[in-house]
């Protein structure tokens, strides 16, 4: 825009030199058509010389900002990494201890290893997070289809999560769709991940009580799954960021609540993979409601 505009000044400056050419001796006229020139090519060499600048500058920006989050996702990647095995192996020491092979135990101790049994949940589903997170910024997703029947893993997902909603007085409701769903072509352990990550949301946000409505319906050539809860909902002017990397709504930064703000950016990740696409609908302290379709 700016080398059209200088372009315009110089059209007019000749024609405004020619008009002066007609009053003024030869070697004036010459002298000062020179001189006009020279400032109007320097004008638009300077105007050209900071475009140049400032897209250099901006690109160099977003190479630096690049390398940043590589260096990061590789230090996550590692860290992850070697903390994920000594954390499955605490966890599976303390399941294989509640089961009481190992002899009594009383009530007192049950309830101190169920405690650890939670935190070392959270902490090997954090891990797993940051892993799948780092993953998929270094190399492409790969799936390991299968056809499977959509209705049914559902309602596995919603039952083992089932005593996690009770214990935060949260009713997890799952309406079986009246039509039948065609079996789906999806990887089984990525889609299980996508519908726990959305319900554990509206479970943690439930606000100590409410409900969270999940719903699986056949539209043509797509499944369509949703989950409307009655939660703390998320600002509106936060919602643009919602899957992003590490982002947590600052409501929810506010409670007592933990997660590593990766959930949505790889439910995202993992469901356009499959070729779907997921959605947010929200109203802070009303609830939120979220989607993802999959083509069949």
Do not use: W
Request: charged share 20%.
């Amino acid at each position: 825009m700016f080398i059209i505009t200088s372009l315009s000044s110089l059209t007019k400056c000749i024609f405004h030199v020619i008009l002066k050419m007609k009053n003024k001796d030869f070697f004036e006229q010459i002298s000062m058509t020179i001189l006009d020139f020279v400032l109007v090519a320097v004008v638009i060499l300077l105007g050209y010389y900071i475009i140049v600048l400032k897209r250099k500058s901006r690109l160099m920006a977003q190479i630096e900002v690049r390398k940043m989050e590589d260096r990061r996702s590789s230090f996550v990647s590692i860290i992850s990494h070697q903390l994920r095995t000594p954390l499955s192996v605490i966890k599976g020491y303390i399941e294989a201890l509640l089961t009481g092979d190992q002899g009594p135990l009383n009530d007192g101790q049950k309830e101190y290893l169920n405690d650890a049994l939670i935190i070392s949940r959270d902490s090997v589903n954090l891990v797993n997070d940051y892993l799948d997170a780092a993953k998929t910024d270094i190399e492409h997703m790969t799936l390991k289809r299968e056809l499977v029947d959509l209705v049914q893993l559902v309602q596995a997902e919603v039952n083992k999560l089932r005593p996690l909603s009770m214990a935060s007085n949260c009713e997890i409701v799952f309406t079986p769709p009246a039509d039948a769903v065609p079996p789906v072509s999806v990887d089984v352990i990525k889609i299980k991940q996508v519908i726990e990550n959305i319900l554990t949301n509206a479970i943690k946000y439930s606000r100590g009580h409410g409900t969270a409505n999940v719903t699986l319906a056949n539209r043509g050539r797509q499944v369509i799954f949703s989950c409307q809860d009655t939660g703390l909902g998320i600002p509106k002017d936060q919602q643009a960021d919602l899957f992003t990397k590490f982002f947590r709504a600052k409501n929810i930064m506010h409670r007592d609540t933990k997660g590593s703000g990766l959930g949505l950016y790889v439910s995202k990740l993992i469901v356009e993979a499959h070729g779907g696409r997921i959605m947010i609908a929200s109203e802070e302290n009303q609830g939120t409601t979220v989607q993802f379709i999959l083509p069949v």
